[in-house]
């Protein structure tokens, strides 16, 4: 069952990561990832991590959820 954060995560785009990493292109997008130091595309790096917290911070801003 889906709450209504969920239901509203999806209607004002929880994709906003994968928008983020589109928009960087390929190469870029590494960088936000441990590819270098692990080879690793899964883990963020501090970049990586800061960047997709702002984001999620801006998405709960939007909804009211927390303060701008």
Request: proline residues 4%; charged residues 25%.
């Amino acid at each position: 069952m889906r709450t209504a954060h969920a239901a509203e995560a999806s209607r004002t785009g929880a994709r906003g990561p994968v928008r983020h990493r589109e928009a960087l292109g390929p190469d870029a997008s590494k960088a936000l990832h441990l590819t270098d130091e692990k080879r690793d595309n899964t883990h963020m790096s501090v970049r990586g991590a800061t960047e997709y917290a702002a984001l999620v911070a801006g998405g709960l801003a939007a909804q009211g959820l927390i303060s701008p």
